[in-house]
C-alpha cells in the first residue's frame, strides 16, 4: 500500500511497517497513531489492528513496481528500527531500497542508537567493502533522525555515524530551543523544522524557528520549514494548519539536498 503524500517534503510514503510505540515527548500527539486508531477494529481494513507493530513483508517490493522515479518517505506510519523490527527484517527493506537505484528514500527515526548500530554493521562507508560483506551505503538513500527539543540532540550523534551521502534533521514537531555545534551542522545535508498539528498541538515559539533557521543559513545546510502547525506565526493564537500557513519572516523555505545519486 502506498500513498501520494501531503507532506511537503516528500511525494510518496511508502509503509513495510506500520505501528510504533511512544519513545520521547515528541511522539504524545503522534498524528499516525491519531489516523491508526480510528480504524481500530474494522474488518479487512489495513489497520484494523490499530497502531499496534505489524509487519507487511508483501509490500516489501512495492517500489519496485513504480517505474517513474520518486521521492519515497519511508514508513511514514512507524519506525523501522523499531525494537520489534528484526534486523533482518530492516536488511530487506534496504535492499529494496538498494534495487530501486531510480527513486529516492527518506528514512526518519527515533531509535537513532539501533539505528547507527545496524548501519554500521551492514555498510563500509568507504565504497571498498570488507571480509565481513559490508557496502557502501546506497546513494539513494537518505538517512535522517528526528529531533525536538535540546535533550535529544544527541540523536544527531549517532546519525553522523551512519555512512550516508545524505544526512537530515526533522526537527519537528519543534518543542524547545535546539542549539547545534556548526561542526556537526556542517555534516548534516538537511534540516527540516516545523510546529506541531492535531487537536492537543503545543505551540512552536517563533525565536525557535528563526535561531534553527540562522543557524542553517550561517552553516550552509538547505533550510525547509514545514509549518507552523495549528498556532499562528507568534505561538500564541490557535488556527487551522491552513490558516497558520509555512511562512517565516515574509517567505517560505524550501531548500532541498541536492541528491548524490549513482
Known sequence: MSYQSSIEWTETTWNPVTGCTKVSPACKNCYAETFAERFRGTPGHPY????????????????????????????????????????????????????????????????????????????????????????????NVWAGVSVESQDYAWRVDDLLRVPADIRFLSIEPLLGPVKLKKAMLRQVQWVIVGGESGHHARPMRPEWARDLRDQCVDAGVPFFFKQWGVHDADGNKRRTKKEAGRVLDGRTWDAMPEAVLS
Open 48 to 139: 484494523e489492528q490499530g497502531f499496534d507493530l505489524k509487519l507487511w513483508p508483501g509490500r516489501l517490493a512495492l517500489p519496485l513496481t513504480w517505474k517513474e522515479p520518486r521521492m519515497i518517505f519511508v514508513n511514514s506510519m512507524s519506525d523501522l528500527f523499531h525494537k520489534d523490527v528484526s534486523d533482518d527484517f530492516a536488511d530487506q527493506v534496504f535492499d529494496t531500497m538498494e534495487q530501486a537505484k531510480w527513486h529516492t528514500f527518506q528514512l526518519l527515526t527515533k531509535r537513532s542508537r539501533r539505528f547507527a548500530d545496524w548501519a554500521e554493521r551492514r555498510y563500509h562507508g568507504d565504497g571498498s567493502g570488507d571480509a565481513k560483506g559490508r557496502r557502501r551505503w546506497p546513494a
